[in-house]
């Protein structure tokens, strides 16, 4: 039977959605029972349900969540330390060196989830705008640690 994997996007202007596409092909690639969902269209609730996470997520404002992911990830700020616990996770970070703040709000996901007791399968990227080519090796890489760990 095949594993089941969230893959969710934080974004503004669509470019974590792409990803999160070629993302949900590779993963479906390797067998998974995948489910693509912006962050507002998921609860801290759904997120435990699931064993396989990946996040992608660009970085807005000054370093700020972008708006379809603040009101999940303050409430994954303010959910149970361990809540989170049996949940492989890996996190896509978008933003622009530009920026004082290069991609807070995907370090800032990566964090709260290991806080949460999630168990890292990929260190996170922290992709600049030129991001394709590094983008879609990490998800191969990724996908590839998430069926060694045992999918
Ligand atoms: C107004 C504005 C503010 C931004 N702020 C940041 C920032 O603080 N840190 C960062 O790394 N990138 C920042 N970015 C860059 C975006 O994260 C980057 O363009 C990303 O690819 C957008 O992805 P999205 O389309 O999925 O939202 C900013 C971009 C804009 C236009």
């Known amino acids: 039977m095949s594993k089941k994997m969230l893959i969710l996007y934080g974004t503004e202007t669509g470019n974590s959605e792409l990803l999160a596409m070629d993302a949900d092909k590779l993963a479906q690639d390797n067998d998974f029972d995948t489910t693509v969902n912006g962050m507002d269209e998921v609860t801290v609730d759904d997120l435990k349900g699931h064993d396989n996470l990946i996040v992608i ?6 370093g700020e969540q972008p708006d379809n992911a603040i009101d999940l990830y303050e409430a994954t700020v303010d959910a149970d330390d361990g809540c989170l616990g049996g949940l492989n996770f890996a996190v896509l970070a978008l933003g622009d060196t530009a920026f004082d703040l290069f991609c807070e709000a995907g370090i800032q996901w990566d964090d709260v989830l290991e806080q949460k ?34 999918a």
């Open 57 to 62: 997520c660009s970085t807005w404002g000054d």
């Open 117 to 150: 007791g999630g168990n890292r399968i990929n260190d996170r990227i922290d992709c600049d705008t030129d991001y394709d080519d590094e983008a879609e090796e990490w998800l191969e890489e990724t996908i590839g640690l998430f069926v060694d760990n045992g």
